[in-house]
């Protein structure tokens, strides 16, 4: 007996309404048994030439529509917006929100059982999973993959982390602007996302450790014809997961997401996995918040993949991927659920390490205890993120006087002075780049070294924002300070010259001066005007939760199960 399914409220009537939706979308050749009650499985997919991180998604869909037929299902592909994290202004992250409700709104609108998200640049994996959290069908995810290595004068070179490298050599006059020009075309070299353990190769190695992929799926090269047999399997599976009727809540507990935590810190992963974590949980209905970062604080950094180490996500592929890095996290890991229905420790079982540079053990690690920290006092009372695996040891606990910007356009026009009063002991600040005061939240809290100081050598400072940055990025740099300035944060308060104390050790971050004075400039203080007075972003700006928080839209948290009842006609 054919299983009564979310899809026969569209194609299961036997009156003008199921006409409507069977005889449309027979004008693409499917046959009357594609509308027998089988499942249907919509492929989210965010393919786009504007975002070459997912150019191949495009390929990856016939995979998954080959698994799915071949298990019984229909498969139906569908758009949703795409971010082009490198081509994009002001910033992806302003527009993460606006695809999860894509993404939510079409999964809702449309008859489907199951959803296979299509996404790999940074900002399209968790607004993908956001936005299908809100609606809860059977979810699973197949990545994009990254870039095969870059490659220039003969060795490997890293996306974003190479390019920071080569800018700052550059100004040094340690590089021509000749070689800098010519490494741009060996560094990109296929389809995919950076080959760093940038956001985008982070988030698909925490969807694996998460058991929200089938395993292997965060390593394997975009270009790699595994990957479309991964898709092909992805494709069956979702059709078993309906069968199942395995959600993605059940997927997605307490437990994965410290599963997640913990293989952050692992592989080095980048800053901005806290604020999509915390976004995603908000969705599930999971009370995540920046305390819980902390499980991952004492966890060694296993993968030697830039900027925290040398080598490349091709070569962690080649080493066993994150298989290996779950064996090595061992009984440490929650007991988790995953899409294959079974515990996340079976992702490990057959796990072999083919390469201990590139994935140590855990009794060798490239670092120790280099999971994210979170800092917090009197210019961070909601918290404050920095990646100790990407920052200078001698600078981890450091004093000094403060140099602000208070825009990113002062910031542009000042960092270059050679009259610049900075030494290497001073703090930059930059302000107005929080979630509203971009608006955005934009990658540029890896603020340039002074010109002066790259002159004479200096190559990283303790640098302090509202902003993130690149998950391909490194530095001793603070990021996420929430309250962010616009919303009248501390941050907003603070002056050139003022005094600044961090500790990463002691996880604090403090203004150095009297508290009525912090006062009396918090009753002076005005916000700027904003930005953006219209469409989306108007939306956004006034609705943004703050970083601690996820940034998620404060009328998105959480999620809508309800089947929707009224017809269209």
């Known amino acids: 007996m054919t299983k009564e399914r979310r899809n026969r409220a569209w194609y299961g009537k036997q009156d003008r309404d199921g006409f409507i939706h069977r005889s449309w979308m027979k004008n693409q050749g499917f046959p009357d048994h594609a509308f027998d009650g089988r499942p249907v499985i919509g492929i989210c997919n965010t393919w786009s030439e504007l975002t070459p991180c997912n150019s191949g998604l495009r390929e990856l869909a016939e995979g998954v529509k080959r698994g799915v037929w071949e298990a019984g299902g229909f498969p139906v592909e569908f758009p949703v917006m795409?971010?082009?994290?490198?081509?994009?202004?002001?910033?992806?992250?302003?527009?993460?929100?606006?695809?999860?409700?894509?993404?939510?709104?079409?999964?809702?609108?449309?008859?489907?059982?199951?959803?296979?998200?299509?996404?790999?640049?940074?900002?399209?994996?968790?607004?993908?999973?956001?936005?299908?959290?809100?609606?809860?069908?059977?979810?699973?995810?197949?990545?994009?993959?990254?870039?095969?290595?870059?490659?220039?004068?003969?060795?490997?070179?890293?996306?974003g982390t190479d390019v920071w490298k080569f800018s700052e050599a550059v100004r040094a006059g340690e590089m021509t602007l000749k070689d800098f020009m010519a490494a741009e075309s060996g560094m990109s070299r296929s389809k995919g996302v950076c080959m760093t353990m940038g956001t985008a190769s982070t988030m698909a190695s925490l969807v694996e450790a998460m058991g929200m992929s089938l395993p292997t799926n965060a390593a394997l090269p975009a270009v790699d014809a595994r990957r479309m047999a991964l898709a092909h399997m992805t494709g069956?599976?979702?059709?078993?997961?309906?069968?199942?009727?395995?959600?993605?809540?059940?997927?997605?507990?307490?437990?994965?997401?410290e599963n997640a935590i913990m293989a952050n810190a692992a592989v080095g992963?980048?800053?901005?996995?806290?604020?999509?974590?915390?976004?995603?949980?908000?969705?599930?209905?999971?009370?995540?918040?920046?305390d819980d970062f902390l499980l991952g604080s004492d966890i060694p950094l296993l993968v030697n993949c830039m900027p925290s180490g040398k080598y490349l996500m091709e070569d962690f592929c080649y080493a066993g991927g994150m298989p290996v890095v779950l064996k090595e996290l061992g009984d440490r890991l929650r007991s988790a659920r995953t899409v294959l229905g079974g515990d996340i420790k079976v992702y490990a079982d057959e796990a072999e390490c083919w390469n201990d540079d590139v994935i140590r053990p855990f009794d060798n690690p490239l670092k120790p205890a280099a999971g994210l920290k979170v800092l917090r006092g009197n210019l961070a009372p909601k918290g404050a993120i920095i990646k100790p695996s990407a920052a200078s040891d001698h600078l981890l606990d450091h004093e000094g006087e403060a140099y602000v910007f208070e825009t990113i356009e002062d910031l542009r026009a000042n960092i270059n002075r050679d009259d610049l009063p900075v030494t290497a002991d001073t703090i930059l600040v930059l302000k107005g780049c929080g979630p509203k005061g971009y608006p955005g939240m934009p990658e540029v809290g890896n603020m340039p070294i002074p010109s002066k100081l790259v002159k004479q050598g200096v190559r990283d400072m303790v640098r302090i924002s509202d902003a993130r940055m690149s998950g391909t990025a490194y530095g001793t740099v603070v990021l996420h300070v929430s309250p962010e300035a616009q919303a009248g944060g501390p941050l907003a308060l603070v002056k050139?010259?003022?005094?600044?104390?961090?500790?990463?050790?002691?996880?604090?971050?403090?203004?150095?001066?009297?508290?009525?004075?912090?006062?009396?400039?918090?009753?002076?203080?005005?916000?700027?005007?904003?930005?953006?007075?219209?469409?989306?972003?108007?939306?956004?700006?006034?609705h943004v939760l703050q970083a601690d928080q996820g940034a998620d839209l404060d009328f998105l948290v959480g999620k809508d199960t309800r089947p929707v009842t009224r017809e269209s006609h």
């Open 269 to 290: 992963g980048s800053t901005n996995a806290v604020v999509h974590l915390l976004a995603i949980a908000g969705r599930v209905g999971i009370d995540l918040t920046l």
């Open 496 to 542: 050139t010259g003022d005094r600044i104390r961090m500790s990463v050790t002691e996880g604090t971050l403090d203004l150095l001066i009297p508290a009525e004075e912090l006062a009396e400039r918090q009753a002076a203080w005005t916000p700027e005007p904003p930005h953006y007075t219209r469409g989306y972003a108007k939306m956004y700006v006034d």
């Open 236 to 257: 069956k599976r979702i059709v078993e997961m309906v069968e199942e009727e395995l959600k993605l809540s059940d997927v997605m507990t307490r437990e994965s997401f």
């Open 82 to 159: 795409s971010l082009g994290e490198t081509q994009m202004k002001p910033t992806a992250m302003l527009f993460r929100n606006l695809l999860a409700m894509d993404v939510e709104e079409s999964i809702r609108a449309y008859g489907m059982d199951g959803v296979v998200l299509l996404g790999g640049c940074d900002k399209t994996t968790p607004g993908q999973l956001m936005g299908a959290a809100s609606v809860d069908l059977p979810t699973i995810v197949v990545s994009s993959g990254p870039m095969l290595n870059g490659k220039w004068q003969g060795k490997d070179i890293g996306s």
